[in-house]
C-alpha cells in the first residue's frame, strides 16, 4: 500500500472510509459473486460537466486496497464534459468493488466543491475580486474541501484558528468594542494577520485607525460596498461576505472588496456525478 501521493491525514481518512465501509466484515456481495481470481478494468468517468478534484485521493484509495495499475486520464482542476473518462484503473475484480464507493463518495464531493467554485470565480471574472472559502468545512475534511476550492480556481482563507485572528461579533461583544477587541488580538499576538469583522460603515472607520490587515464587510450591500472602498483608500485589504450569490457577485466584485468570502463553497455544493464502469477481462 502506498500514501505517497497523499498527505498522512487523508491516508488516514482513507482507512477509515473502507474500514467503516466493511464494518468489520466482508464485501459479502462480491465475494459471493466475483471468483478471486477474476480480473477486470474499472472506468471512473464524468456523468455530468464539472470540474475534477481529488484524483489523487481517488488513486490512493485503490492503491489501499491492493490496485496498483491506475492511469489519470485528466488532471485536477480540469474541466471536462459528461461522458469523459477521468481514471481507469485494472487489477482483482474484488478488490476494484471494494473501492469503488469510497473513491467514487472522494471524487464526486471535491469534484462538487471544484465545480461550484469555478462558477463563483466566473461570476467575477474581469474583476480583481478573488472568491475564497471559509472554515464552515466537513470535520476532519478541510484540507481536502480547500485544496478543491484552489482547483475550481479560488483562493483559501485561513486553515485554521491559529493560522490569523479573525475578530467576528461575538469577540467584539465579549471584549465591549471593536477598538479594545483588535487592541488585545494585536497586544498579545503582535506578529499575526488580524482581520475584523464590521457590521457598519462607522465601525469601519473607527477601526481602520488600528491599522488592520483586513476587514470583513458583513452583510453589506454592493453600495455600501462601494463607499468602504472609497474610505478604506487601499489602506487595507477588504472582504465582504453574507447576502451574497451568483446572481449578485458580479456587483459586489464591482465594487472593488478584494474578497468575496463564500461558506457555500463548501458546506453547500452539490456533489459532481462520477461513476465506474466495469468490464471483466476475458
Not at 481529488?54 to 495499475?69: M, N, P, Q, R, Y
Not at 477521468?86 to 464507493?101: C, D, F, M, P, V
Not at 471593536?178 to 465601525?203: C, G, H, N, W, Y
Request: glycine share 8%; charged share 25%; proline share 2%.
Amino acid at each position: 500500500m502506498s500514501h505517497d501521493s497523499v498527505s498522512s491525514a487523508t491516508y488516514d481518512l482513507i482507512q477509515r472510509a473502507l474500514v467503516e465501509d466493511l464494518a468489520g466484515g466482508e464485501d459479502v456481495t462480491s465475494v459471493a459473486t466475483v471468483n478471486d481470481q477474476e480480473q477486470a478494468t474499472a472506468h471512473f468517468a464524468a456523468r455530468k460537466s464539472g470540474v475534477i478534484a481529488g484524483l489523487a485521493v481517488a488513486k490512493a484509495t485503490l492503491e489501499s486496497v491492493g490496485i496498483t495499475d491506475i492511469e489519470l486520464m485528466v488532471g485536477d482542476g480540469d474541466y471536462v464534459k459528461s461522458g469523459t473518462e477521468i481514471l481507469r484503473a485494472k487489477g482483482s475484480t474484488r478488490k476494484l468493488l471494494l473501492a469503488e464507493r469510497t473513491a467514487l463518495n472522494f471524487l464526486g464531493h471535491l469534484s462538487g466543491i471544484a465545480t461550484l467554485t469555478r462558477q463563483w470565480v466566473d461570476a467575477v471574472s474581469g474583476t480583481q475580486t478573488k472568491i475564497r472559502d471559509t472554515r464552515k468545512t466537513t470535520p476532519g475534511y478541510r484540507e481536502l474541501e480547500k485544496y478543491a476550492v484552489r482547483m475550481g480556481g479560488g483562493i483559501n482563507h485561513r486553515m485554521s484558528l491559529s493560522e490569523s485572528a479573525l475578530i467576528k461579533d461575538n469577540h467584539i461583544e465579549a471584549a465591549g468594542n471593536v477598538s479594545l477587541a483588535f487592541e488585545r488580538v494585536r497586544k498579545q499576538f503582535p506578529e499575526i494577520d488580524i482581520e475584523i469583522e464590521v457590521d457598519t460603515l462607522d465601525q469601519l472607520r473607527e477601526i481602520l485607525a488600528h491599522k488592520p490587515d483586513l476587514v470583513l464587510l458583513d452583510n453589506m450591500t454592493p453600495a455600501q460596498c462601494a463607499q468602504a472602498v472609497v474610505i478604506t483608500a487601499g489602506r487595507c485589504k477588504l472582504e465582504a461576505s453574507g447576502g451574497i450569490s451568483l446572481e449578485n457577485a458580479g456587483a459586489y466584485a464591482a465594487s472593488g472588496v478584494d474578497y468575496i468570502a463564500i461558506g457555500a463553497l463548501t458546506h453547500s455544493a452539490p456533489v459532481l456525478d462520477i461513476g465506474l464502469d466495469l468490464k471483466a477481462e476475458i
